[in-house]
């Protein structure tokens, strides 16, 4: 089982910073990318970023140079740093981890239950 739990969402003034975390817990898998996507009202879901086991980083258009994705150095939690956030950036946030079951090679993404971030202006 692959277990995601997101924390640190919330309301925030526009031009503040927020941090969001999710720790990854898994027995019988290897987990290859984790990363945090947002979903806006009315909008699909979309990457804000992804970091790989070796450290690749790849932002999304949603991460719009204002967010920093980062792991903890056991591979058990990932960070989401936001700055300057602006209301548009209102959305619930989804913690994602692409894994695989040990012995297998095909990986499956999981999902966290979901953060709300809200952003007044």
């Known amino acids: 089982q692959v277990q995601l739990v997101e924390s640190g969402g919330g309301l925030v003034q526009a031009g503040e910073s927020l941090r969001l975390s999710c720790e990854v817990s898994?027995?019988?898998?290897?987990?290859?990318?984790m990363g945090w996507y947002r979903q806006a009202p009315g909008k699909q879901r979309e990457l804000v970023a992804e970091i790989t086991g070796d450290g690749r980083i790849n932002y999304g258009d949603a991460a719009m140079a204002r967010s920093t994705i980062s792991t903890d150095n056991k591979w058990n939690a990932v960070y989401l740093q936001m700055s300057s956030l602006k209301p548009e950036d209102t959305a619930v946030y989804y913690c994602?981890?692409?894994?695989?079951?040990?012995?297998?090679?095909?990986?499956?993404?999981?999902w966290g239950q979901g953060i709300q971030v809200t952003v007044s202006s």
């Open positions: 898994r027995s019988g898998f290897t987990v290859d990318v």
């Open positions: 994602n981890a692409r894994a695989r079951r040990w012995g297998r090679s095909s990986l499956n993404d999981y």
